[in-house]
């Protein structure tokens, strides 16, 4: 039984992660505004110096990939609920969530081989100069990710000791 719950709870969070890459992929990241994209390369244009051709390739395959997302996004959202659905009934059918949850991952795994298709196009058509560049930036990109990550961690680690040291109050 734990097994299975730790199958489910892992399709779960699997089933949000594709909402959330199918976000990625419209272009539409929360609380980030209109900044993301399916690269990352839209505040990159210019530091890549993009050419007018290489501008419209990027933006046909974006076009593409936002096509097909909005048709995998959509049956991934009903998959989502139905598992949902059949995880809340009084019995639940294993077999009906083992189904649910393989197709989750297929539809996952399909999304993320078009990403990785899409973004193979679009490095094939930049410049090796520009390749190079847009590794640079991806280096320079992670290096902050994980500068926030530590100062985050570091400000929950300072609540937690906060929290312990806090006075405690008698309940009444």
């Not at 393989?102 to 410049?127: C, G």
Request: proline share 2%.
């Amino acid at each position: 039984m734990k097994k299975t719950i730790g199958i489910v709870l892992a399709a779960v969070l699997s089933a949000g992660a594709l909402t959330a890459v199918a976000a990625d992929f419209a272009g539409h990241r929360h609380g980030r505004g209109m900044r993301g994209d399916m690269f990352g390369t839209r505040d990159m244009e210019s530091k890549l110096n993009l050419t007018a051709d290489q501008k419209a390739k990027l933006e046909q395959i974006h076009s593409r990939q936002r096509e097909q997302m909005k048709t995998q996004f959509e049956q991934g959202r009903q998959e989502h609920q139905a598992l949902m659905q059949e995880l809340y009934k009084d019995n639940p059918n294993q077999a009906e969530i083992q189904r649910l949850m393989a197709s989750i991952q297929q539809r996952q795994a399909a999304a993320f081989t078009q990403h990785i298709q899409a973004m193979q196009e679009f490095s094939q058509s930049l410049t090796s100069e520009q390749r190079a560049q847009m590794q640079q930036l991806i280096t320079e990109r992670a290096q902050k990710r994980a500068e926030m990550r530590q100062k985050w961690e570091q400000r929950r680690q300072q609540k937690q000791q906060e929290q312990q040291t806090a006075p405690q109050t008698p309940q009444q």
